[in-house]
């Protein structure tokens, strides 16, 4: 009988390798009898059957998986954008709304701040940080030539704002690991180093190219992706800035 199974399966698994297509019947009973292949293969090698049977068996296996898990692949991106993703955004919303708070709240504290003076906002820039902002968007400032000397072109320009977003995404996405504290602390430290890094353009340099810059080179990020498949860690959201943002591994 197992011979029969076996031999049925072998038949299948050719013709598929031939580009051929199964009958409705024989693609409703593989499945069940892929199942029954792995269990003989599991029993040949505990009962120690042969290595021709086991070799045999093992071929079935490696057949019947390559076929029944090609075609799945095949609709994986689709169903990710249709079903994994809103499934997972809609289980996580509460996240979502908490990191959205926890990101804007600090960041329009700090924005708005430096109207009753720039205590605050220094205590998160530092001189450093500060003398970046004039030489980036201050009245006689240029964001871009003032890249292209830091980083030598802009090539590595462009790179230093990829590098620095994705060690963002990453060091938000491991603080997830110790309870969500540590994606909570750069949730919060990147709106408040971004939101003082606004308040003092608006108080002492150039709204305009601050954000004509901000926006049109790197747009809004959504790095709290990620979280969602996490464990359902906090996830964060944020508009990231140029390095000079602040200097000690604030949003760029």
């Known amino acids: 009988m197992n011979e029969g199974r076996w031999l049925e399966s072998e038949r299948q698994i050719a013709k598929l390798d ?43 296996v490696m057949g019947g998986f390559r076929h029944l898990h090609r075609s799945r692949a095949r609709f994986q991106p689709i169903r990710f ?25 600090p960041f329009f504290l700090l924005a708005f701040s430096g109207q009753w003076g720039l205590v605050w906002i220094q205590s998160i ?7 970046g902002m004039d030489a980036m968007y201050g009245k006689d400032g240029d964001a871009l030539a003032h890249g292209r000397a830091t980083h030598g072109s802009d090539f590595m320009m462009f790179g230093h704002y990829v590098q620095n977003n994705v060690s963002i995404d990453f060091r938000t996405f491991a603080g997830g690991i110790f309870y969500g504290i ?5 949730t919060i430290f990147n709106g408040l180093a971004i939101g003082a890094a606004a308040g003092y353009v608006h108080e002492t340099g ?13 747009g809004v990020r959504a ?17 990231d800035l140029s390095g000079a943002a602040h200097p000690n591994g604030g949003s760029d």
Request: proline share 5%; charged share 15%.
């Open 223 to 239: 790095g709290w992706l990620a979280h969602f498949f996490h464990g359902g860690t906090a996830p964060r959201m944020g508009i």
């Open 125 to 131: 820039l530092g001189p450093e940080g500060m003398q």
């Open 81 to 105: 954008l249709t079903r994994t993703f809103p499934g997972a955004f809609k289980h996580n919303l509460g996240f979502f709304w908490i990191s959205v708070v926890l990101f804007w709240l």
């Open 182 to 186: 540590g994606t909570l602390f750069f």
């Open 206 to 218: 150039d709204p305009m190219k601050f954000w004509t810059f901000v926006l049109g080179t790197l």
């Open 18 to 60: 031939g580009r051929d297509k199964l009958t409705p019947e024989e693609a409703r009973e593989m499945p069940a009898s892929f199942r029954k292949v792995c269990q003989d293969l599991g029993l040949a090698g505990e009962r120690l059957y042969g290595l021709a049977l086991s070799s045999r068996l093992n071929g079935l």
